[in-house]
C-alpha cells in the first residue's frame, strides 16, 4: 500500500515572520492528519529557520532544485550535501517553472535528479504537459520523453527511490484543475509505462498531483487509484488549506 503523501511547494513566496506563522499553524493540526505524509518546500533561504520551527515535528522538509554538481564554481547553485545538512528529505526537481522560465532541459534536470540519488536526497521529479501539447494529443509521448531523460540516465531502479509529480503546466496556478479523471489517466499512463519496464518500481513510486490542488479538489482527485498525494502551489501557503488537504487524504 503506497502511503500519501501531501507537499508544499511555496515557490518564492514569504518572509520570516509569515514562515513563522504559516509553520506554527501547520503544527497545530499534525496531530489531524493521519492518513498522509506532510512536507513543505520553502525557498532555500529559509530552509534553516523552517528546520527550526520544524522541531520534532511530524512534517518533513525538501528543497526546491539541488545542483547536478558535488561542490565548485557553480554560482548561485546550491549542493545536496548543503541541503543534507539541513535535513531535508526531498528536493523537487524538473519543476515546469525551471523548465519554461530557466531553460533546465530533460539532461540537466536528469542530472539534477542522479546528484540528488547520489546526495540521499528523494527526488520530487516533476513532468506534465503545457495546453497546446494536451490540444495536440502528445500529452503521453511529452511525459513519457521527461521520464525517459531520467531513465536513460539513472536506471529504471531509480524511479523506486523518487517521487513523481504529474502537474499539466495548464493547471498550475491557474485555478483550473485536471478533472480527477484526466489526471488519473495520465496517473495510470505513467504507471504502465513504469510496469512495462519493471513492476516492482511501478507498484512502489509515489505518484503525485499537482496543479491547482486545494481543500474543495483534493478528496475527489486523492481518491483515484494511481494518485498518492499531491504536489501543492498556492493552497500550501495557507496553514488552513494545506491542512485541510492532508486530512483528505
Ligand atoms: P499550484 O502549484 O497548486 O499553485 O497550482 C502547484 C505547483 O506548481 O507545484
Redesign the pocket.
Known amino acids: 500500500m503506497r502511503r500519501t503523501l501531501i507537499a508544499g511547494?511555496w515557490?518564492m513566496n514569504g518572509s520570516l515572520a509569515s514562515i513563522e506563522a504559516l509553520i506554527a499553524g501547520i503544527k497545530t493540526g499534525l496531530s489531524e492528519v493521519d492518513k498522509a505524509d506532510m512536507a513543505v518546500c520553502p525557498p532555500f533561504v529559509y530552509i534553516p529557520r523552517v528546520r527550526e520551527l520544524i522541531g520534532d515535528a511530524p512534517l518533513a522538509l525538501g528543497s526546491q532544485n539541488i545542483c547536478d554538481q558535488a561542490s565548485g564554481a557553480y554560482t548561485g547553485e546550491i549542493s545536496g550535501a548543503m541541503l543534507q545538512e539541513f535535513g531535508c528529505r526531498y528536493a523537487?526537481i524538473g519543476?515546469?517553472?525551471r523548465r519554461s522560465l530557466y531553460g533546465e532541459t530533460d539532461a540537466l534536470i536528469a542530472a539534477r535528479f542522479a546528484m540528488a540519488l547520489e546526495t540521499g536526497i528523494t527526488p520530487i521529479l516533476?513532468v506534465g504537459e503545457t495546453l497546446e501539447q494536451r490540444e495536440a494529443d502528445v500529452t503521453e509521448q511529452v511525459v513519457g520523453e521527461q521520464l525517459d531523460a531520467v531513465i536513460e540516465r539513472s536506471g529504471i531502479e531509480s524511479i523506486g527511490q523518487c517521487v513523481i509529480?504529474y502537474?499539466p503546466v495548464w493547471?498550475?496556478?491557474?485555478g483550473k484543475t485536471a478533472s480527477p479523471e484526466q489526471a488519473q489517466a495520465v496517473h495510470a499512463f505513467i504507471r504502465g509505462k513504469l510496469a512495462a519496464q519493471h513492476a516492482e518500481v511501478a507498484e512502489k513510486v509515489q505518484i503525485l498531483y499537482?496543479?491547482?490542488?486545494?481543500a474543495g479538489n483534493a478528496a475527489e482527485l486523492l481518491s483515484q487509484p494511481d494518485i498518492d498525494g499531491g504536489?501543492?502551489?498556492?493552497?500550501?501557503l495557507k496553514a488552513d488549506d494545506f491542512l485541510a488537504i492532508g486530512k483528505s487524504a
Open positions: 511547494n515557490k523537487i519543476h515546469s517553472e516533476c509529480a502537474e493547471a498550475i496556478g491557474t499537482g496543479g491547482s490542488m486545494n504536489l501543492i502551489g498556492g493552497a500550501s
